[in-house]
């Protein structure tokens, strides 16, 4: 197991082995080394930017257009190329069922085009 400077341990989960993704069990930094369970075989790769608690990391490279796979299936689209160990999630893929999702904040998932008091 690998361990951060604090002592937490850095892995992810693959639910499938079909996936391209991965879900964070714990935060990352840039440069942390991730282990990645589940899946086929555990693997590792580097974080290339930080990543929150239960988002997804590529575990591939996933071209623009490609499906984004989780459970086995697909769960969204690539709107850019994703390298393996980036950050997965709104401001790289989008729904394949809401196309809002493109709109949506990175951070808090909130609508763009919504009036908010």
Known sequence: MIDNR??????????????????????VAPGDTI????????????????ILLGHKVALTKIPEGAFVVKY??????????????????????RSQVDERSSHLDKSSGAAQDTAYA
């Open 72 to 93: 086995g299936i697909p769960i969204g689209i690539a709107t850019k190329s994703v390298r393996p160990g980036e950050w997965v999630h709104l401001h790289n893929c």
């Open 35 to 50: 282990l990645v369970q589940g899946g086929a075989a555990a693997q590792r790769l580097e974080a290339s930017e930080g």
């Open 6 to 27: 604090d002592g937490t341990k850095m892995r992810a989960f693959q639910v499938d082995t079909a996936d391209n993704v991965a879900t964070m069990l714990c935060a």
